[in-house]
């Protein structure tokens, strides 16, 4: 069963009024196939208007929508064969972040994503995708692996942050995230991240710190939870609408400011109502953004990716200044 925004109240009614419909079809044997598609257009409408003009705090409780596809889902969808590879070779494993080899497009490739979980248990056992030191060693080891072997990368970001809990931080937890962004940046093969739901912070730019950078349409991507801004800003968490209208953690925000190289545009509704759709979509367009890199030579890859984040922010100072204060 689908669960409902609070925005989404008025879909919730017309979905509704269509089962009822369809049920009474059934069981009365009545011909209301007209009534049903009269209500169906309406929906198609309702969502078509309330999807095209969402709020940015909107498009956070989209990201983070609990039907929303999952890590495994994708991996599930668009990689043949996969083989799961775990532990960091120093601690221990983290659930947090899954990684592994397969097929994409019979392409080999290494995968490496942040898995959240969907019900309480797998939730608890992925630390609802918050990873530990542990968990980005590992995601570093596997892109060194797919370096030697020669095979392109392909992340999976969807994560609130890295987890910043005492056992976390007592391993080490910012050097991990710092190296993990060295290591993105150290590599040959090519590498392409998708943020398909939330990407917080320093715990998601360790996985993407890529060659092509790209968002699901309603997924957000920010430096620090609107929450979190509300709360350092204002001092309260109430004003986590405002934060999130201020930050720009959009997709078209962050395309608009040259953060993130594309948009994959999601199904009429989000990734959550159609998995299928969202899903291929995404795989289309990650296999769009992998051709053209497989042609550039090895450095050539490595120098364009170190350059198109030492770059970001740079502001060329012009000659007005020097001239005024002569």
């Not at 009365?28 to 999807?51: C, G, M, N, P, W």
């Not at 609990?66 to 590879?85: A, G, H, K, V």
């Not at 397969?102 to 080999?108: D, E, L, P, T, V």
């Not at 395309?255 to 289309?284: F, Q, S, T």
């Amino acid at each position: 069963m689908l669960t409902y925004l609070d925005f989404e109240k008025p879909l919730a009614e017309l979905e509704g009024k269509i089962e009822e419909l369809r049920h009474l079809g059934d069981s009365a044997e009545i011909d209301i196939a007209s009534e049903v598609e009269k209500l169906q257009a309406k929906l198609d409408k309702t969502l078509k208007t309330t999807y095209a003009n969402l709020t940015p705090w909107q498009k956070v409780l989209v990201a983070r929508h609990p039907d929303r596809p999952r890590c495994m889902d994708y991996i599930n969808r668009l990689i043949e064969d996969f083989t799961p590879l775990a532990g960091d070779r120093q601690f221990g494993e983290d659930a947090a972040i899954i990684g592994g080899m397969g097929r994409f497009h019979g392409r080999s490739v290494m995968v490496i994503g942040q898995e959240r979980g969907r019900d309480t248990a797998s939730r608890v056992k992925h630390n609802f995708g918050m990873p530990r030191p542990e968990g980005y060693r590992k995601a570093q080891r596997l892109m060194k692996m797919a370096d030697r072997f020669n095979l392109p990368i392909l992340t999976l970001v969807d994560t609130p942050g890295a987890f910043p809990g005492i056992d976390a931080e007592a391993r080490g937890q910012a050097e991990a995230i710092a190296s993990s962004v060295d290591v993105c940046l150290s590599i040959r093969v090519p590498l392409i991240t998708i943020v398909i739901g939330e990407g917080g912070s320093g715990g998601a730019i360790a996985l993407a710190t890529a060659d092509s950078v790209l968002m699901m349409e309603h997924a957000v991507y920010s430096v620090i939870s609107p929450e979190g801004c509300a709360s350092i800003l204002w001092g309260t968490a109430e004003q986590s609408k405002e934060a999130a209208e201020v930050m720009k953690i959009t997709a078209q925000d962050l395309k608009k400011m040259g953060i993130i190289d594309g948009i994959v545009n999601e199904p009429l509704g989000g990734a959550h109502r159609d998995h299928a759709a969202a899903i291929e979509a995404a795989g289309n367009e990650l296999w769009d953004q992998l051709v053209p890199l497989l042609r550039l030579p090895g450095e050539d890859r490595r120098l364009r990716r170190r350059h198109k984040f030492m770059d970001m922010g740079r502001q060329e100072v012009g000659r007005v200044g020097s001239k005024s204060a002569a």
